[in-house]
């Protein structure tokens, strides 16, 4: 048989998975569930990147359309999808990925630092041998955030960049509204990665008013991404479990010339 990749618009997670078992589980008896499968990984990907209105027609449209209003007042946040991304804006930008091998599988973090325009760190780990795509960018996300409040303590702006708007939105947007009903969903039950959820929500409710946060179109060119790309990747191949910093040196091409996610 085939391989299929099921991407998931709306339901318990978002993102594009190899397992339709585990897909089942997602969208089964979640309200206004949004969910395709596809012959290919770039279709997956070019499918997600868009509005599921365009790969699953009218009605997927007119849910969106009702969940932009519930949604009205949220935060909104820049969205880059050019890949000329400038890096003096702000004293240090960091960049996050998350990386799954198939999805689920085994996952790893990445995160590229740049202090005063240059690129200064970049950091690895978290692999989880039973991990999924959004547990990963979720992790990453909540590195950014404490490299974000070491900054800002220091009198620095900050910016953080994420590839998931399903990171996002979990930690700056839907969070808000889980915390009110005790970190449950009324009708659809229990909150995926929560734990990291809650750590990553309350240090962003602690800091969100000195810090910038956008989403990046992935896999465009923006150095800072995909460099943030191989680190997620790399800490799959190095099976590393804690965060740590890359201590070899930062040569651009080497890392870019690795597997990317």
Request: proline share 3%.
């Amino acid at each position: 048989m085939a391989k299929k990749f099921y991407v998931v618009w709306a339901g318990r997670e978002t993102g594009i998975f190899t397992s339709w078992d585990y897909t089942k589980k997602l969208v089964d008896k979640f309200p206004q569930a949004k969910y395709k499968s596809f012959p290919t990984e770039a279709a997956a990907k070019a499918a997600f990147a868009g509005s599921p209105a365009k790969s699953i027609g009218k009605s997927a449209s007119q849910s969106s359309a009702s969940a932009s209003k519930k949604t009205a007042s949220s935060k909104t946040f820049e969205s880059i999808k050019t890949k000329n991304v400038d890096l003096s804006t702000h004293d240090v930008i960091v960049f996050t990925d998350g990386g799954c091998e198939p999805n689920p599988g085994k996952a790893g973090s990445g995160m590229a630092v740049y202090h005063q325009g240059e690129i200064s760190e970049l950091w690895y780990g978290l692999f989880n041998p039973n991990g999924t795509n959004n547990s990963a960018e979720l992790n990453a996300l909540y590195q950014a955030l404490l490299v974000a409040e070491k900054a800002l303590n220091s009198q620095q702006s900050v910016k953080i960049m994420s590839d998931s708007q399903y990171s996002i939105n979990c930690i700056t947007n839907w969070a808000y509204g889980w915390k009110t009903k005790g970190w449950k969903r009324k009708v659809a039950g229990d909150i995926a990665n929560l734990e990291v959820i809650q750590q990553a929500h309350a240090l962003y409710d602690a800091i969100k008013d000195k810090l910038d946060i956008a989403h990046v179109a992935a896999h465009i060119g923006i150095e800072g991404n995909e460099l943030a790309d191989r680190m997620s990747i790399y800490a799959i191949d190095q099976k590393a479990p804690q965060f740590v910093r890359y201590d070899k040196p930062i040569d651009l091409q080497a890392i870019l010339a690795l597997r990317t996610g």
